[in-house]
């Protein structure tokens, strides 16, 4: 075997070694973390909750959309109701999802 090939030998152990070290770490202290995060997956807020936060929420968006439309605001009128009712749907169901 030459020296490349020891060295490459070498380094795999080495690189093994720290797989095997952190996964020790991480048996060893995994479960009391995992306790912790738990807690995160507790029931959320409603839907109804969710549909008040959303509202306002397209609300501010679609004011802002028509400050920044300028000049075509009545002619996009009925893009921004049909943009706003698709909105209000999604993000109602988004921050139920992730709240």
Do not use: H
């Amino acid at each position: 075997m030459t020296n490349a090939g020891r060295s490459d030998v070498g380094i795999l152990a080495l690189l093994l070694g720290a797989a095997l070290a952190l996964l020790v770490i991480v048996l060893a202290f995994g479960g009391p973390v995992m306790s912790g995060v738990t807690t995160v997956f507790d029931e959320g807020i409603g839907l109804k909750t969710a549909a008040i936060w959303s509202f306002f929420i397209t609300i501010a968006l679609f004011v802002l959309f028509a400050l920044v439309a300028g000049e075509g605001l009545l002619g996009e009128l009925q893009y921004m109701l049909s943009a706003f009712f698709t909105f209000f749907a999604l993000i109602t169901l988004l921050i139920a999802w992730v709240f």
